[in-house]
C-alpha cells in the first residue's frame, strides 16, 4: 500500500515570498501519478499541478512548480511570489498508474498561511 | 460543464436517522470515487466505481454505509443509521479514462450527527 507523508502541518510566510512544502512517498510502484491539490476555507479541492513518474522534467503552472525527486521519493511543492489568495490547505497525493483509475491516497496536509 | 456536482452542501441530522449524499459527476467521466475528509483521519477513500460498477470498496468503514451508482449521471452514498462518528464532509469526485486524465471533485458535502 502506498503511504503519504507531509512533515509540515503548518506553515506561515510573507506575501511575496517563496515558500516550498515538503511531501514524501513510499511506493513499490515504478509508474504513477503525484498531484498536489489546494483546498482553500471554501473546502473545494482544487488540482494544482500533476507529476508524471517517468517524466524526468519537474512540472510547472505559473507560480507553482515542483522539485520531483524519483530516487528519494520526494515530490516538494514550491510557491514563488505568495499571494494573500494562496492561503489554505495543500495536499499532496499519489496515484498507481498501472491501468484504469484507482483512488488517490492523500497525505495529512500542510495549512500554509501567507500573511500581508 | 457544470463539474461535479454534490447535494446537499450541509447536512444536519440526529444520531439514528438515514442520510442519504448524492452526486453527479462530470458527463462522459467513468470513474467515480467518494472520500471523507476528518480532522483525524484526514481525506480517506471509501469506495469507487468504473462505468457504474463498484471497483473496491475497502474503504468503507462499515455495514451502515453503502453506495450505489445506478446509472452514469448519478451516485448515492448512504449512511443508516447514522452516528456522531459519522460527522465529516464527504466528498465525490470523477475521472476520465486513465489517472492521466486527472480527478474533479466536487464541493463536498458536510455532514454533522448530533
Known amino acids: 500500500a502506498q503511504t503519504v507523508t507531509q512533515s509540515q502541518p503548518e506553515m506561515s510566510v510573507q506575501e511575496a515570498e517563496t515558500v516550498t512544502l515538503s511531501c514524501t512517498y513510499d511506493t513499490s510502484e515504478n509508474n504513477y501519478y503525484l498531484f498536489w491539490y489546494k483546498q482553500p476555507p471554501s473546502r473545494q479541492m482544487i488540482l494544482v499541478i500533476r507529476?508524471?513518474?517517468?517524466?524526468?522534467q519537474n512540472a510547472t503552472e505559473n507560480r507553482f512548480s515542483v522539485n520531483f525527486q524519483k530516487a528519494a521519493k520526494s515530490f516538494s511543492l514550491k510557491i514563488s511570489d505568495s499571494q494573500l489568495g494562496d492561503t489554505a490547505m495543500y495536499f499532496c497525493?499519489?496515484?498507481?498508474?498501472?491501468?484504469?483509475?484507482?483512488?488517490?491516497?492523500f497525505g495529512k496536509g500542510t495549512h500554509l498561511i501567507i500573511q500581508p | 460543464d457544470a463539474g461535479v456536482i454534490q447535494s446537499p452542501r450541509h447536512e444536519v441530522t440526529e444520531m439514528g436517522q438515514e442520510v442519504t449524499l448524492r452526486c453527479k459527476p462530470i458527463s462522459g467521466h467513468d470513474y467515480l470515487f467518494w472520500y471523507r475528509q476528518t480532522m483525524m483521519r484526514g481525506l480517506e477513500l471509501l469506495i469507487y466505481?468504473?462505468?457504474?460498477?463498484?471497483?473496491?470498496d475497502s474503504g468503507m468503514p462499515e455495514d451502515r454505509f453503502s453506495a450505489k451508482m445506478p446509472n452514469a449521471s448519478f451516485s448515492t452514498l448512504k449512511i443508516q443509521p447514522s452516528e456522531p462518528r459519522d460527522s465529516a464532509v464527504y466528498f465525490c469526485?470523477?475521472?476520465?479514462?486513465?489517472?492521466?486524465?486527472?480527478?474533479?471533485f466536487g464541493s463536498g458535502t458536510r455532514l454533522t450527527v448530533v
Open positions: 497525493a499519489f496515484v498507481y498508474s498501472g491501468g484504469g483509475a484507482d483512488g488517490l491516497t
Open positions: 469526485a470523477s475521472s476520465l479514462g486513465t489517472a492521466s486524465g486527472g480527478y474533479t
Open positions: 507529476q508524471e513518474a517517468y517524466k524526468q
Open positions: 466505481f468504473n462505468n457504474n460498477v463498484p471497483i473496491d
